[in-house]
């Protein structure tokens, strides 16, 4: 099974900037279609932002876009989630997960990482 550990979460003010990333196991990372989800207080999961297996397509959720990217590095099995000109909104527990078949069903997920934005 493919196991997925976010880091790279903490208490950052508004305008501030951070580095999520997503370290997974297992040797076939590089054909996973990956994604970062985020779970705000009292709202459901939403979509962040996704990237192709070999990392020349992304994709936004018009919420972030602009302000985040998302890249990464197959041969060091590493997803990452720059996140730039945060905004208190953007508080939430930050999921890591993973497409095996680019199918839009992720089912490996990481246990988050909390990322909250002061005003």
């Known amino acids: 099974q493919v196991q997925l550990v976010e880091s790279g979460g903490g208490l950052v003010q508004a305008g501030g900037s951070l580095r999520l990333s997503c370290a997974a196991s297992?040797?076939?990372?590089?054909?996973?279609?990956m994604g970062w989800f985020r779970r705000a207080p009292g709202k459901e999961r939403e979509f962040v932002a996704c990237?192709?297996?070999?990392?020349?397509?992304?994709f936004y959720s018009y919420s972030v876009k602009g302000r985040f990217t998302i890249s990464r590095d197959n041969a060091k099995n590493t997803v990452f989630l720059q996140m730039n000109n945060l905004k208190p909104e953007d508080t939430a527990v930050y999921y890591c997960?993973?497409?095996?078949?680019?199918?839009?069903?992720?089912?490996?997920w990481g246990q988050g990482t909390q990322v909250t934005v002061s005003s």
């Open positions: 997960a993973a497409d095996p078949r680019d199918t839009g069903v992720y089912a490996y």
């Open positions: 990237i192709n297996s070999s990392g020349t397509y992304s």
């Open positions: 297992g040797r076939s990372f590089s054909t996973y279609t």
